[in-house]
């Protein structure tokens, strides 16, 4: 009698143990996710969701469908809600101070993941897991320059206004193209990282400036794919007759570029989950972390695509 009810104490002690300091560690976490207009986006989706549930989380997914307004407004309810921490994933670079700062007195830590914003006050997140955008417009710019040997015409197809992404890969592009006295870029236009709107901006480029055009240049893939279709609809061949590079590296552009239709994509990984959860850690447990969690890029050429494509995860 005595041991059963020891036996059974012991018992009920160490699954109150167990329970509640697992439940200590069982995080919710808020994303707060700009929409779904690229490949790259969906598998950065799905990689935070599949993350989180790795970890036992639990996440409070919102889709802002492109709207800065829906992405404050998803934060104030997280916030309301209660949560350990904040995934946001900024659609522009300016405009959050408020609900930042809103965030910090609720004491909730906000991890920024792929994109960046502009904030005097750097104490209103916790960090950023994000490529380095002016690094890869470089990089795009010095394969461009080298493969057309420093002249030709350039149209540009941008990422959504106001979006780092856009905003960097623009200027580190320029950065280069302007050491080249020959080569320049003849149009630029947004085209709102979506294959549908890169399509249409490219068939007006067309109209405007038919084979005078040597190369596009995409601030992503999607876009480089909607352009490819414009240019074949056209009457001219991609990869040959105009030459793109886009950024990313996302399945569609390794499949286009065994189809010799793309020529390089610059990568930008959208696997984040796990290095955002890392951070998420180290700020519910008070520690510190650097300031921008650089990922490192590197770029593709469409005459290794076939011996890579198979080992794509995105
Ligand atoms: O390159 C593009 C997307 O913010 C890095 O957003 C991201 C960009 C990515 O929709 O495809």
């Known amino acids: 009698m005595f041991r059963t009810s020891l036996i059974y104490k012991l018992f009920i002690v160490s699954f109150f143990y167990i329970f509640t300091s697992f439940s200590a560690f069982a995080l919710t976490v808020g994303f707060a996710q700009i929409g779904a207009e690229s490949s790259w986006r969906t598998a950065e989706t799905e990689s935070i969701k599949a993350e989180a549930k790795k970890?036992?989380?639990?996440?409070?997914?919102?889709?802002?469908?492109?709207?800065q307004e829906n992405q404050i407004k998803a934060i104030r309810s997280f916030i309301?809600?209660?949560?350990?921490?904040?995934?946001?994933?900024?659609?522009?670079?300016?405009?959050?101070?408020?609900?930042?700062?809103?965030?910090?007195?609720?004491?909730?830590?906000?991890?920024?993941?792929?994109?960046?914003?502009?904030?005097?006050?750097?104490?209103?997140?916790?960090?950023?897991?994000?490529?380095?955008?002016i690094f890869e417009g470089r990089?795009?710019?010095?394969?461009?320059?080298?493969?057309?040997?420093?002249?030709?015409?350039?149209?540009?197809?941008?990422?959504?206004?106001?979006?780092?992404?856009?905003?960097?890969?623009?200027?580190?592009?320029?950065?280069?193209?302007?050491?080249?006295?020959?080569?320049?870029?003849?149009?630029?236009?947004?085209?709102?990282?979506?294959?549908?709107?890169?399509?249409?901006?490219?068939?007006?480029?067309?109209?405007?400036?038919?084979?005078?055009?040597?190369?596009?240049?995409?601030?992503?893939?999607?876009?480089?794919?909607?352009?490819?279709q414009a240019i074949k609809d056209y009457g001219l061949v991609?990869?040959?007759?105009?030459?793109?590079i886009s950024i990313d590296a996302v399945k569609g552009a390794f499949e286009a570029m065994v189809d010799g239709d793309l020529n390089a994509t610059v990568e930008c990984n959208p696997l984040l989950g796990p290095l955002a959860f890392d951070q998420i850690e180290l700020a519910v447990a008070g520690k510190t972390a650097p300031k921008w969690v650089v990922q490192n890029d590197l770029i593709h050429y469409r005459e290794n695509a076939k011996e890579t494509i198979g080992s794509r995860k995105y």
């Open 238 to 244: 991609p990869g040959e007759d105009i030459k793109l």
């Open 55 to 67: 970890r036992g989380y639990t996440l409070k997914f919102s889709d802002a469908q492109q709207k």
């Open 139 to 228: 990089l795009a710019g010095s394969w461009l320059a080298q493969s057309l040997h420093g002249q030709g015409a350039v149209v540009e197809l941008q990422g959504s206004t106001g979006a780092s992404a856009a905003i960097d890969r623009q200027k580190g592009f320029k950065e280069i193209v302007d050491l080249f006295p020959k080569l320049s870029i003849i149009a630029s236009q947004n085209g709102e990282f979506t294959r549908t709107k890169g399509k249409e901006v490219m068939e007006a480029f067309l109209k405007a400036h038919g084979e005078k055009i040597d190369a596009v240049y995409a601030h992503n893939d999607d876009m480089a794919l909607g352009a490819i």
């Open 80 to 133: 309301a809600q209660g949560v350990d921490a904040i995934i946001l994933a900024p659609v522009v670079e300016t405009g959050w101070e408020r609900v930042l700062r809103e965030a910090k007195r609720a004491n909730i830590p906000v991890i920024l993941v792929d994109r960046g914003i502009s904030v005097d006050d750097d104490s209103l997140y916790f960090t950023k897991v994000a490529s380095d955008f």
